[in-house]
């Protein structure tokens, strides 16, 4: 059974950090791509970053440059450390999983958000 567990939100000054954790269950053992998304109240469900199992990451134009997503393998969790906070980064940040088969994904999974606010 996949479970995604967030944790590390909250509120911020601009210009602060903050570290996102997800720790997951049922993901790891299999093909995947870790990913976190974000949504800002009135607006739709937008990529923030992600990482495959070789560790390739992937950015949006919005936070290149200041937010960094990791794995841990071995604690089967991935992190979001994000720097350099602006007030339009406030969001709902929610973690997602997919599992592949080969090629093809299996299933897709999301946890519960996580609430980041920065303040200007």
């Known amino acids: 059974q996949v479970q995604l567990v967030e944790s590390g939100g909250g509120l911020v000054q601009a210009g602060g950090s903050l570290r996102l954790s997800c720790a997951t269950s049922?993901?790891?053992?299999?093909?995947?791509?870790m990913a976190w998304y974000r949504q800002a109240p009135g607006k739709s469900r937008e990529l923030v970053a992600r990482?495959?199992?070789?560790?390739?990451?992937k950015y949006s134009d919005l936070v290149k440059g200041r937010f960094r997503i990791s794995r841990d393998n071995a604690k089967n969790t991935v992190h979001l450390q994000m720097s350099s906070l602006k007030p339009e980064d406030t969001a709902v940040y929610y973690c997602?999983?997919?599992?592949?088969?080969?090629?093809?994904?299996?299933?897709?999974?999301w946890g519960q958000g996580t609430q980041v606010t920065v303040s200007s």
């Open positions: 049922g993901v790891f053992e299999y093909g995947n791509a």
């Open positions: 997602n999983a997919q599992l592949f088969s080969g090629l093809v994904v299996q299933g897709e999974y």
């Open positions: 990482i495959d199992n070789r560790g390739v990451t």
